[in-house]
């Protein structure tokens, strides 16, 4: 292990997701074990900038596996995109002892730690936390497998309410750039349509599914939609599009929004955080830099930061055909 890391610093940046507790109670622990000093930075990199720091130690993150959100508070810090902001942060690290950063957040978050290493060769060791599954390098990222089970079963909710009024939903999930909320959860739910932006079905088609649905006896229907789809039209203009075109279908909308960032997280997630957290330090004690861990097959794996930030996440093809199949 290398000596030249004697303190290690935390943060959570961007949006937040359940299990980031978990790496952060795991990151404080694993510097403890390793007899090497902690500082939680609060508000993510805007915390740094503005000195916002806290020793920590094994007995700060008591209690903390089974909450969501992140005790050390997040934000998307405009300040950290300037040369000033980050000097600061470098300058606030430095006067505090800080020898390395460890980076919970996405991609956004992920790049300001690249920028930051790059100007100052500060090391930095990325965790992926974010509901949206959507980073290269990690079959899962903090916080997916709580909001998946999130969605379902507020789907599963949905459903009896479709059933028993005979109505199309349109349920609109989270995922800005990515659909794997709403393919996998679509899926879960058993959803009759499931619109994600890697792949645009198109109008002509849902209304094909939706007529098809129809004739085969189905008196209700889900249709999960990823914010992201690039159908081009958001969720309230296909409900009027659809009720315009086929007037037997009686249409809701329910967007679920922040809630599927907030919750218990799930035991996967904990497990996964847990995992993540230790490798976190560990890398970095042994002398290493500008790698995100990650979950591949199971294994923790190191992924160079860079390729982790313009590597693109693919959805599994398999599960669109499952989907097509499953909801005849
Ligand atoms: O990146 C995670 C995410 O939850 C996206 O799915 C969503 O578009 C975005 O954050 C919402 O961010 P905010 O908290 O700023 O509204």
Known sequence: ????????????????????????????????????????????????????????????????????????????????????????????????????????????????????????????????????????????????????????????????????????????????????????AGIGAGAEEILIPEEDMGLDRLLESLRKSKASGKSSSIVVIAEGDKIGKNVFELKDYVEENMPEYDVRVSILGHMQRGGTPSCFDRVLASRLGVKAVETLLEGKSNYMVGLLKDEIVLTPLENAVKGKSQIDKELIKVSDIVSI
């Open 1 to 184: 292990m290398s000596a030249n890391i004697k303190k290690i610093g935390v943060l959570t940046s961007g949006g937040d997701s359940p299990g980031m507790n978990a790496a952060i109670r795991a990151v404080v622990r694993a510097c403890a074990y390793h007899n090497i000093e902690c500082a939680g930075i609060y508000r993510g990199y805007q915390g740094m900038i503005e000195g916002d720091f806290k020793e920590m130690n094994a007995r700060s993150v008591n209690n903390i596996i089974n909450k969501g959100g992140t005790i050390l508070k997040s934000a998307r810090s405009k300040d950290f995109m300037t040369k000033e902001g980050r000097e600061k942060a470098h300058e606030n690290l430095v006067s505090n002892n800080i020898d390395a950063i460890v980076v919970i957040g996405g991609n956004g978050s992920f790049t300001g730690g690249l920028i930051f290493n790059e100007e100052y060769g500060f090391p930095v060791i990325g965790i992926p936390g974010t509901i949206d599954n959507d980073i290269y390098g990690t079959s899962f990222t903090l916080g997916y497998d709580t909001a998946l089970n999130t969605v379902v079963e507020v789907i599963d909710k949905i459903r009896d309410t479709a059933s028993s009024h005979n109505r199309l939903f349109f349920v609109e999930v989270m995922g800005r750039d990515a659909g794997h909320i709403a393919l996998n």
